[in-house]
């Protein structure tokens, strides 16, 4: 059976928003400083509520929801223009030209998810838009992989996931998906070790060019 189906997630891997996180959180933590590895270990690719409860343990769970929705306020205010990853927009124009479906799973909150892909210029691209915090269960369940299957009308065999958290690894590959990891942030032994195939810089990686051409059936070229 070919392969009809791409899923992606938003954060680090459509486009490249550590920095604007990783902010951010530094002014909503100040005057404790976050590291560059507490970020990519404790925050990327989990859910708003799993990192208030790790920043702020000793506070009542009720102002977590608060501290939340104050960063991300900021992290939106600080987001100007985005670059999409490079190699993304040929793949998804070749999506398009041959009818393959294409959604979004992120744990990202869907103001933020729906400002990012407007400021990409994609904002009606994605038929499918899975927001994690709006489902029972976040990444890394693979509850918001099933979900974006379900949605769009497709099985696990049928789809390729791209993902660039361990989190977000463990969410695709848990749905059965084959995931390939994008080192965005974290190396390909780590992305390895929470379940994806293979990694990858971006989308103009000749392996993958090669694998999507043989597993899908059309040729990346015009």
């Known amino acids: 059976m070919r392969r009809d189906t ?3 997630d938003l954060d680090g891997t459509v486009t490249d928003t550590d920095e604007l996180h990783l902010e951010a959180y530094r002014r909503i933590l100040a005057p404790r400083p976050l590291s560059v ?8 690719g989990s859910t708003n ?6 920043m702020f343990p000793d506070r009542p769970v009720e102002e977590h929801a608060a501290l939340a929705d104050a960063k991300e306020r900021l992290f939106r205010s600080l987001v100007e223009r985005l670059e999409p990853t490079p190699g993304l927009m040929p793949l998804l124009a070749w999506a398009e030209r041959h009818g393959i479906k294409a959604g979004v ?3 990202a909150p869907r103001d933020n998810a729906e400002l990012m892909l407007r400021a990409l210029g994609l904002a009606t691209r994605f038929p499918v838009l899975v927001i994690g915090d ?4 976040g990444k890394p369940d693979p509850l918001p992989y099933r979900t974006g299957l379900e949605r769009l009308g497709s099985t696990p065999d049928r789809a390729l996931a791209f993902e660039d958290s361990r989190s977000g690894v463990r969410a ?7 995931t390939i990891g ?9 992305l390895k070790a929470a379940g994806a195939t293979w990694t990858m810089r971006d989308f103009t990686c000749p392996r ?3 694998q999507i051409e043989a597993e899908f059936g059309y040729p990346m070229a015009a």
């Open 208 to 210: 993958f060019v090669a």
């Open 105 to 107: 799973v992120t744990n």
């Open 49 to 54: 509520a799993a990192i208030l409860a790790w």
């Open 172 to 178: 695709a590959a848990g749905a059965g998906i084959e």
């Open 37 to 44: 590895e507490e970020y990519r270990t404790r925050v990327m």
């Open 134 to 137: 709006e489902l029972a269960r």
């Open 182 to 190: 994008l080192t965005t942030s974290l190396d390909a032994a780590t």
């Open 6 to 8: 791409l899923l992606f």
